[in-house]
């Protein structure tokens, strides 16, 4: 050793004790260097949201589908779930499944298969993300002012990201099976047993309207006796 050696190293400290030291000094550098390399994951990560503007798009998505509200005989279909009646959540129901066969399936058959589960109606946040993404298909391609931009613009945002929404909320039954029996990949969808599901879940909101409507006639009449 050196005299130079000698004279960083700790009066008393044997070779094995400096060599521990150096250990712990590596293990500390290379914890460090973790450290600082993962912060800069995170902190690329959050650029990266920062840049996708994600409060933006929803307040893009939720303009460009109250303006389609707003337009008389609008082609899209633009559905207000907790504000519909018996009837009028069929008839939206009936129209989206419609839409998923014979547009989702037909042209799109990789996120047809990435959304479609038996389960779909039992997720009231897969309902309204599966109708903002018929919705922004009508608007860009059954709307009297279309057009090439807005089918690009469904296609490359609009799609892939309601579709990653739609994947991640159906997500915990795929992984943990609560209510998803085991389906066939080329016939995903029992269509008989989902328009039972459909049926069955209009049948019983009609059968709570016709219970108040009956509820609100019996005090009705009751006001009116004692106020006779």
């Not at 009066?11 to 094995?16: E, Y």
């Not at 207000?80 to 018996?86: E, F, Q, R, T, V």
């Not at 490359?156 to 159906?170: G, H, N, T």
């Not at 409507?213 to 006796?225: F, R, W």
Request: charged share 25%; hydrophobic share 40%.
């Amino acid at each position: 050793m050196s005299t130079e050696d000698h004279k960083l190293r700790p009066t008393g400290m044997t070779n094995a004790a400096e060599n521990r030291l150096s250990t712990m000094i590596s293990l500390v550098n290379k914890t460090a260097q973790e450290a600082e390399s993962h912060a800069q994951k995170v902190d690329a990560r959050l650029r990266t949201i920062e840049e996708m503007d994600l409060p933006g798009k929803v307040v893009e998505m939720s303009r460009i589908l109250s303006g389609l509200a707003q337009k008389e005989g609008s082609a899209a279909l633009l559905w207000n779930w907790p504000a519909m009646n018996a009837e009028q959540t069929y008839n939206a129901l009936q129209h989206l499944v419609d839409w998923r066969e014979t547009i989702l399936r037909r042209f799109f058959p990789r996120d047809y298969y990435a959304v479609v589960e038996p389960c779909w109606l039992s997720h009231p946040d897969v309902l309204h993300l599966m109708g903002a993404l018929c919705g922004m298909w009508h608007w860009a391609h059954t709307e009297a002012d279309r057009s090439v931009l807005r089918q690009s613009e469904w296609l490359v945002r609009w799609k892939p990201m309601l579709v990653k929404d739609i994947e991640q909320a159906l997500e915990p039954c795929r992984a943990e099976q609560q209510h998803v029996a085991r389906r066939d990949p080329v016939r995903p969808i029992d269509r008989e047993a989902e328009q039972q599901t459909i049926a069955n879940h209009a049948q019983a909101m009609q059968a709570r309207e016709d219970q108040a409507a009956a509820e609100l006639a019996a005090a009705k009449t009751a006001s009116a006796g004692t106020t006779g």
